[in-house]
């Protein structure tokens, strides 16, 4: 049965995304492990590998859909071996970062899975359709397809801790006062917000993210571009990181 056609509008990572998702793992616990420095040896293959998100034929995207150009990317980063070390690290992170922003959570998919799944597309033999020519194209592709197996559609808005949530809104210029009782008061401007505060580390719930949002006057700051990118990438980072460490030795 054929697709229909996608009508969203996809967000594609810039290099200025790359290079600060490389130089945020750098920082982290990989970079103990062999992963080399955060610029690239050959910045020309690594703009290359981000450029596939934007290929296109008489005006038309090649990559249309949120999960092929996750795919693409993370096929130009893992293969074209820009960096020294930490190559599928690098493309794996961005990948669950496209995805991110584009509003889509990796699910049901084990780490052994995306273990075999990254070493399997750098050694060209990843499962593609009986009958193709194992291309570029086709593998990325098939594994386009392998993440619309493993991914859901969220809301923009997610559940998030209360001190990434006091990052992201500093991020924007809002003043967050002393906790008084169990609420904070947070301003932006003119906007005033009260919002509930039992301790520092606490869970906000996605209609309160999404309320403080709208009232701070940020409701149109896209999702993708509201949520910090480092704490995504260190989030990935905690969330996956027995697959990462094993990926420093494949």
């Not at 290929?55 to 990317?73: C, D, H, I, M, Q």
């Not at 991020?171 to 932006?188: A, E, L």
């Not at 996605?206 to 701070?216: F, M, S, T």
Request: aromatic letters at 8%; hydrophobic letters at 35%.
């Amino acid at each position: 049965m054929a697709r229909t056609a996608y009508t969203g509008s996809v967000q594609s990572l810039s290099m200025a995304d790359i290079e600060a998702i490389r130089s945020r793992l750098s920082l982290s616990e990989l970079g103990r492990l062999d992963f080399g420095g955060p610029r690239p040896n050959n910045y020309n293959s690594l703009a290359s590998a981000v450029g596939r998100q934007e290929t296109s034929f008489g005006g038309r995207r090649k990559y249309e859909r949120p999960r092929e150009v996750a795919a693409t990317l993370f096929y130009g980063i893992a293969c074209n071996h820009a960096y020294e070390n930490g190559n599928k690290r690098t493309a794996l992170v961005s990948c669950l970062v496209s995805l991110d922003r584009n509003g889509y959570d990796l699910v049901n998919t084990s780490q052994d899975e995306l273990f075999e799944m990254a070493t399997q597309v750098v050694a060209h033999n990843f499962p593609i359709p009986s009958g193709l020519r194992s291309h570029a194209d086709a593998e990325v592709m098939a594994l386009g397809k392998w993440l619309r197996k493993r991914t859901t559609r969220r809301s923009a808005d997610r559940n998030m801790e209360f001190p990434q949530l006091r990052k992201i809104l500093e991020g924007y210029g809002c003043i967050i006062d002393s906790p008084v009782g169990n609420h904070v008061i947070i301003h932006r401007d003119s906007a005033i917000v009260k919002t509930g505060y039992p301790r520092e580390s606490f869970t906000i719930s996605v209609q309160e993210v999404k309320r403080i949002r709208g009232l701070l006057g940020l409701a149109a700051v896209d999702g993708g571009q509201f949520y910090n990118l480092d704490l995504a990438v260190d989030g990935f980072v905690a969330e996956h990181r027995d697959v990462l460490n094993r990926l420093a030795d494949a």
